[in-house]
């Protein structure tokens, strides 16, 4: 089994900056990608950036990208979300996400909340 553990959350102030992390452990092997996702109450998941274990393919989504930068250290098998410029829409529950060779779907983190107040 896999685990994946979310860091980094709280409640800032529009245009301050958080870090998030996620720390993969137990079988990790098979991890190709990790990723980071965000729901907002009321709103459907939404994929926020995306990095290969290689490091070589990064996606961010329109609405953070120049503010967000992901990250992994391989060694440890953590991805990191540095989300500056904060603004209240970036409120939401943010999930950590594995992508493992021939898995169809992702394995989650539980979350962890950021709060961004006006």
């Known amino acids: 089994q896999m685990q994946l553990v979310e860091s980094g959350g709280g409640l800032v102030q529009a245009g301050e900056s958080l870090r998030l992390s996620c720390a993969a452990s137990?079988?990790?092997?098979?991890?190709?990608?990790m990723g980071w996702f965000r729901q907002a109450p009321g709103s459907d998941r939404e994929s926020v950036a995306r990095?290969?274990?290689?490091?070589?393919?990064?996606y961010y989504s329109d609405s953070v990208k120049g503010r967000f930068t992901i990250s992994r250290e391989n060694t440890a098998k953590t991805v990191y979300l540095q989300m500056n410029s904060l603004k209240p829409e970036d409120t939401a529950v943010y999930y950590c996400?594995?992508?493992?060779?021939?898995?169809?779907?992702?394995?989650w983190g539980q979350g962890t909340q950021v709060t961004v107040s006006s």
């Open positions: 137990g079988r990790t092997e098979r991890i190709i990608a």
């Open positions: 996400a594995a992508y493992l060779l021939g898995a169809s779907s992702p394995r």
């Open positions: 990095i290969r274990w290689s490091g070589h393919d990064i």
